[in-house]
């Protein structure tokens, strides 16, 4: 997780993680026009934003996401691998 993203947002939202949400499906919109468009440049961007916006969210439940994907998506490919 990006601690310096984290921190801006915690200095820009505080604890405010509805307003933070907000503008985290205002940056997905953004992804979407970027693609709209074909500039990669400008998607990247936005998905750096997007994962900025996750990893403050992330952070305000003590959530481990690297830990949690792990188990989530363990189980997930074992599933698939069965079938």
């Known amino acids: 997780m990006s601690s310096i993203a984290v921190e801006y947002y915690n200095k820009k939202f505080g ?5 933070a ?3 985290l499906v205002r940056e997905v919109g953004e992804i979407a026009f ?10 990247k961007l936005e998905i750096t934003e997007s994962v900025a916006l996750l990893n403050y969210l ?3 439940y003590n959530l ?20």
């Open 15 to 19: 604890d405010n993680i509805q307003a």
């Open 34 to 43: 970027a693609m709209e468009k074909n500039n990669a440049e400008h998607a």
């Open 21 to 23: 949400f907000i503008h």
């Open 58 to 60: 992330a952070s305000k």
């Open 64 to 83: 481990d996401v690297d830990a949690s994907m792990q188990s989530v998506y363990a189980k997930k490919l074992e599933t698939l691998k069965a079938k």
